[in-house]
T-cell receptor, first 113, second 112 residues
Framework: DTGVSQDPRHKITKRGQNVTFRCDPI?????LYWYRQTLGQGPEFLTY????????KSRLLSDRFSAERPKGSFSTLEIQRTEQGDSAMYLC???????????FGPGTRLTVT | GDSVTQMEGPVTLSEEAFLTINCTYT??????LFWYVQYPGEGLQLLLK?????DKGSNKGFEATYRKETTSFHLEKGSVQVSDSAVYFC???????????FGSGTKLNVKP
């Protein structure tokens, strides 16, 4: 059990550029979650996968955001045409069958200049 | 909708002092409740959980009891250490566990 990993840990991009983040969950966990955390706030839910199926999306996930989990293992979160308001920490979490808790990765900090 | 409210920080205590961080929630059905801790530069780590009313979660000297009658899940520790300095998040998960709702976090500073 190596924990949830995220890549990159930091990303600085210019407004209008596209960015993609990757999350590798704990290997036996079939549920994967994305959250966004801004400074001084708790994480806010973005979307949820069970295996490869995206089962729920928050209203926070505008049309510029898309998430995939093509083989039910790792997941990617893409933000198109980034805006300064997208600057935040993007957190990934996973949960295994029969478990109540989610396990979080270290996050990807996005800065849009 | 479901939500969590926790006391604002920062909370500053001297080492060995008693800690309480208040957390109340609003939810339909029977949620599970959690406390997560975030140390500087690190991700969120599960501290403790309670999955039904009157359950007490405990870990590393921290405790919290799921009180349905007061919709609360207050975090307590009898004697804090400098190493407990971190941000603490209260969270709830509805019965389908499809998402967590987090409070805004409470920063704890423990001075030697």
């Amino acid at each position: 059990d190596t924990g949830v990993s995220q890549d990159p840990r930091h990303k600085i991009t210019k407004r209008g550029q596209n960015v993609t983040f990757r999350c590798d969950p704990i290997s036996e966990h079939n549920r994967l979650y994305w959250y966004r955390q801004t400074l001084g706030q708790g994480p806010e839910f973005l979307t949820y996968f069970q295996n490869e199926a995206q089962l729920e999306k928050s209203r926070l996930l505008s049309d510029r955001f898309s998430a995939e989990r093509p083989k039910g293992s790792f997941s990617t979160l893409e933000i198109q045409r980034t805006e300064q308001g997208d600057s935040a920490m993007y957190l990934c979490a996973s949960r295994g069958q029969g478990l109540y808790e989610q396990y979080f990765g270290p996050g990807t900090r996005l800065t849009v200049t | 909708g479901d939500s969590v409210t926790q006391m604002e920080g920062p909370v500053t205590l001297s080492e060995e002092a008693f800690l309480t961080i208040n957390c109340t929630y609003t939810a339909t059905g029977y949620p599970s409740l959690f406390w997560y801790v975030q140390y500087p530069g690190e991700g969120l780590q599960l501290l403790l959980k309670a999955t039904k009313a009157d359950d007490k979660g405990s870990n590393k000297g921290f405790e919290a009891t799921y009180r349905k009658e007061t919709t609360s899940f207050h975090l307590e520790k009898g004697s804090v250490q400098v190493s407990d300095s971190a941000v603490y998040f209260c969270a709830l998960s509805p019965s389908d566990f499809n998402k967590f709702y987090f409070g805004s976090g409470t920063k704890l500073n423990v001075k030697p």
